[in-house]
Each structure stands twice: as C-alpha cells, then as structure tokens.
C-alpha cells in the first residue's frame, strides 16, 4: 500500500481525553475514531490488525474443530425471559422494540441464541460433543465505558459454545480449550497468564481468565512466587469441583464483625433509598472494615463502617482502586470479599456464588444470596482478602502472592446445565433417554486484545507493534522520490519485488520531510523498516532498522529478500 493512497490518519497531539497508552496511541497512530460513548470507527490501519487478531482466533478454533456459525446480534426477549436472563441481567442489557412494539435486545452474550439453535439442531448423544463459535459484535450498555476499545460498549467478540453428552466431556473441551487460547495469545506475541476466575453474570463452576500483564489492567491478579497457581482476587480460594452437585442454599450464620450495620442504617448514612438498595453490606478489608451498599441500578457506595455518618456522597463502584480509596484503605487491600460482594450484590449476576459473605435479607441476618444452585456453600474461614504477601492457597506450595494488574482478554467458563436445563436443551443418551446437555463457553474480546497488545508493546515513540499482528511487516521510507528519478525507479521495483516475496509493504511515498516519515512509520509501530535513498543507491546499500533497535544498519540492496525473511 501506498501512504500516498491511504487514510493516514496520524496525529502528533495526544488526545485529551485519553487516560491509557493504547487508547492514545490507537488515536495518534489513527486506528480507531470515537464516534459516541464506547462506539468506535475503525480506519482501515486498525482494522488490519483487527482482522489479524481474528485470523489467529479462527486458524485456532477450527484446529481445535470447533464450528463457526454467525448469530444475529439482535436476540428476541422470548429466549432471555425463558432463561431468565431479561429479568436479571440489568443495564448492561440493551433492550430494543421492534415497530410490532415486540422486545428484542442487542446480544452482549449468546448463550440463548445457541442453545436455542442446538436443542432444535442435535438430537443425539452420538452428535455430540460439538463446539460452536462465532466472531461478531457484541453490545454492553457498560456504566463507564473507557480505555477506547478496551471497555467498549460495541465491541467484537469470539465466543464459542461446547454442548456435551456428560461432565466429563465438557471437562475435556474445557481443557482443549485452555490450550487452545494458550496457543492463541502466545501466537498474537502477548505476555499473558492464565488466571483462576469468577463465573461473573454468565453463571456456572470452573472457569479461567486469560490475562494480559499490565500496570493499566483493570482486574488483579494474585500471583504465587513458587508455583503456577495465579487467580483473579475476585476469586475465593475454595472452589466446588466440576460435576460435583451442590448442596442446598441454607441461610449462614449472622457473622458479628465490628462495624455491622443493617441495610437500613447504611441506606440511610449513604442516602440512598432502602427498598432499591440491593442487599448487601459488610464486607472486610485490611485497612478496616468496608461496607459496601449497591443501587439496583449498579451503583456501588463504598464507605469504611466506622465512618458511615460522615459520608458525604456515594461513590460509584468502577474500579477495587476506587473503592479503596473511598473507603481510605491501603491500596491493594481490598480483597476477594470486597469486590465478590459487590458484584453479587446485584441480584441479577448473583451466580458469582463463592464468596458472598453478607448478603443481607432481612436487614439483620447474613445470608448467602444466591447460594447453592451450583457451588457448595462456602466456609466462613474462606472469607478472607488475598493481599499480597498471603501465603498461597494451592496444595504444597511454599510461595506467597504477589498482586499484579491484568487486562482480561479471554474467559473460559464451565456452565454446566444452567442454560441447557432452561431451554430444555436435551440428548438422547445411550439408552434412549433424554439428558440435558451440561456446556461450556469461551470467549475472547478480539477487539480489547489490539488495544492489550499496545499496552504490552509500546515505547515513547509509538506501537510496537508484534510481528503477528502487526498492520504492515515492512515500511519502506524513500529519499528523495518526489525529485530523483533513480530513486523512484528503484524504490517502485523494491515495493514491487517485496510484495512479490509475500511481504505487507506500507510504501511512504508522500512528499513529507525524512523525519515526518519515520515518525509516522515508528508511531504505527512497522516492526521492519527499509530507507533507500540516492547514497544507498550508489553504494548498493539499504538502510535497515527494527522497530525494536536502537540503530539502523546498511545492508546490502542484494541481501534483503533473504535478510527480511
Ligand atoms: P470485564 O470483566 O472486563 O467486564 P467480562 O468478564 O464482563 O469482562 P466476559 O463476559 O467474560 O467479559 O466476555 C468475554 C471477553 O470479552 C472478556 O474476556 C473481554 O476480553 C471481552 N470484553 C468484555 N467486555 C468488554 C468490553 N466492554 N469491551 C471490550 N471487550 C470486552
Ligand atoms: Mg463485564
Ligand atoms: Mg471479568
Ligand atoms: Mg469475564
């Protein structure tokens, strides 16, 4: 491609209202535009690498045989009220009318749709298992969208649905799975951890995040010193092992902890109107205890307890950083608890079942929200914050954790019957019986992961940008094009030989000064780039750099092809 020919849409100011380094450079280096609150363009710089994230995803997918299918994004109520789901997903959930005034919504998730499909499609055990994906835009009416396409509201999504005839199955895609995203994220060059999770609003028993390590990362991670075990402190140490069926909810044991307050004592310190406050308070964290009220519309106040009177205004719930500045804590200290609660608190993704400790029913009692539907109740003893430092929880292991920032770029989840039992999405087994399908669900935000590989891959200068995905592998900056015909002709023939080789050039043929071009090419983040001038020429040499070196070196015009393989 020629620069000449091409929406270059490079800028030399940092945008204002830009807080991360990808978001700034995605719009200096001119790969995205807003357009609204979480919606964004892509230019067709960003969209190369977009389509390369998504290149990978696929060849990755389809070698671990799943399908690919295409859903609509517009989904009909119908299968969200048959789930459950319409009541309890809340305003993240985009509803929709259609001019027959029938409801639909814009799918952040489709679960539903495909489980919808697949109790029509598959009749048989013997059809089974089968995996289904699709890459294709999601809609979350996300409360701050931020970072650009980090937390969009629009954003593109692969998820991929696994439907089995029994446990064990779903444990073995599951595992497929695992290694098939390990092998995704090494491909697209990111430092990435795989990282114990919380089963969030989609519900279900294990599950793992795939994190990128960066100090902007929204979630932390608490990682062992000594051994792999890394999670997400969202998570409680103890878990329910897959298949294992859980025991009934059964309301806990009112836990005296310093500080308690009913929900109407916290409703009225913060100000905010009981019957809409969600039932929650009393949450422990290391500078004291917390407590933490949330609105039904997922606004979270966040006070230390002993400093209820003196609140002045509710804080909303965005980020652990946040809540414990709000409540004056270290930071880094609030834990698991805090943050599950939080989240729980809201009825509607109330599957986040380990950890809740204070979910408050009546206004005195502690009892577990949404306890037992698919995880053994926990152990009051497991109620703790992981800080850093903590001893870690894994068998044997003699290390301690370390907190550190992540960006969730994939989240595997093991579902288990939770949408199959809904939607009577049912098998007939070896002996003619109908079983309902148990099933898994893995996604990854291929859009956030652009914006995850910027924040990995960056200098003061600009992207740089991986090899694997990387818009152009090759910018070729001429001396001197506009007035030497020599340099013209043997710049033209180079482009045209490159390309010829297999190589993605980006020919900055504008008439720009040297300088403008290479910072131009150095923002964009080209790992290979190629300068040919009059002196080259005469000598048969090319100057050669690295996006990654600190110097350029003369190569000679002959040795190229072989030396850019
Ligand atoms: P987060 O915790 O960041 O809100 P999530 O847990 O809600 O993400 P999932 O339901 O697990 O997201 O969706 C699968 C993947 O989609 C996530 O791992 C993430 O990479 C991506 N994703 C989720 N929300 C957004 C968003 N608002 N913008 C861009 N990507 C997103
Ligand atoms: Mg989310
Ligand atoms: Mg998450
Ligand atoms: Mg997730």
């Known amino acids: 491609m020629r620069t000449s020919q091409y929406l270059l849409a490079t800028v030399k100011e940092t945008p204002a209202d830009a807080e991360v380094v990808s978001h ?8 995205v535009r807003k357009l609204a609150a979480g919606l964004y363009t892509w230019l067709p710089m960003g969209l190369r ?22 859903m609509p994004a517009v989904q009909p109520a119908e299968l969200w009220q048959e789930s459950g789901r319409w009541e309890k997903y809340g305003p993240e959930l985009l509803r929709l009318k259609d001019r027959h005034h029938r409801e639909f919504c814009f799918g952040p998730t489709h679960e539903e749709v495909i489980t919808d499909l697949i109790r029509r ?8 298992p089968a995996n289904f994906y699709q890459i294709q835009t999601k809609f979350r009416d996300e409360i701050r969208p931020r970072f650009g396409v980090m937390r969009a509201r629009e954003f593109l999504m692969k998820d991929a ?3 089995h005839a029994d446990v064990a199955s779903l444990e073995e895609t599951y595992r497929v799975m695992y290694e098939t995203y390990s092998r995704i994220f090494a491909r697209l060059g990111l430092a990435f951890r795989p990282v114990e999770a919380d089963t969030g609003a989609i519900g279900g028993y294990a599950s793992h995040e795939f994190h990128v390590l960066a100090d902007s990362g929204e979630d932390a991670i608490a990682i062992c010193s000594n051994c792999d075990y890394a999670a997400n402190v969202e998570l409680a140490p103890a878990r329910a092992p897959v298949g294992k069926r859980p025991a009934p909810a059964q309301p806990m044991q009112a836990i005296d902890t310093p500080g308690q307050h009913t929900i109407d004592e916290v409703s009225r310190y913060l100000q905010v109107d009981a019957s809409r406050t969600v039932k929650t308070l009393l949450v422990r964290g290391t500078g004291g205890v917390v407590a933490l009220a949330l609105r039904g519309d997922h606004e979270l106040n966040a006070v230390k307890a002993e400093k209820l009177p003196q609140v002045e205004k509710p804080l909303r719930f965005v980020t652990p950083a946040e809540v414990e500045l709000a409540a004056g804590c270290e930071p880094g200290s609030i834990g698991p608890v805090g943050l599950r609660v939080a989240v729980i608190a809201d009825e509607a993704a109330a599957r986040l079942a380990d950890f809740v400790c204070g979910a408050n029913a009546n206004g005195r009692h502690l009892v577990n929200v949404n306890w037992g539907r698919d995880l053994p109740e926990p152990e009051v003893a497991d109620l703790r914050n992981v800080v850093a430092g903590d001893p870690c929880p894994a068998d044997g292991c003699q290390g301690t954790l370390s907190i550190r920032r992540g960006i969730e770029v994939g989240h595997i989840f093991q579902l288990g019957t939770k949408y199959s039992e809904a939607l009577q999405a049912t098998v007939l087994d070896e002996g003619g019986r109908a079983v309902v399908m148990p099933m898994g669900c893995y996604g990854i ?6 914006a995850a590989a910027i924040e990995q891959n960056h200098d003061e200068r600009g992207i740089r940008w991986p090899d694997a995905i990387a818009p152009y592998r090759v910018a070729l900056v001429p001396i001197g094009y506009h007035k030497s ?5 043997a710049v033209d023939r180079l482009y045209a030989d490159l390309r010829a080789a297999g190589h993605e050039v980006l020919l900055d043929d504008r008439n720009e000064r040297p300088g403008v071009m290479f910072a131009d090419m150095d923002l964009i983040g ?14 048969g040499t090319i100057e050669y750099k690295a996006r990654t070196a600190e110097a350029a070196r003369e190569l000679p015009l002959a040795s190229l092809l072989p030396e850019l393989k």
């Open 24 to 31: 700034k450079l995605m719009l200096r280096a001119g790969l």
């Open 49 to 70: 690498v977009l389509r390369k994230v998504e290149r990978i995803v696929r060849d990755e997918m389809d070698r671990a045989g799943a399908q690919e299918v295409l």
């Open 121 to 128: 499609e598959i009749k048989s055990y013997r059809q089974l």
């Open 161 to 163: 649905y696994s439907f």
């Open 445 to 450: 935000g291929v859009s956030r992961v652009v």
């Open 485 to 489: 015909p020599a340099v013209r002709e």
């Open 526 to 539: 080209i790992p290979h780039r190629l300068v040919l001038g009059d002196k080259g020429l005469a000598n």
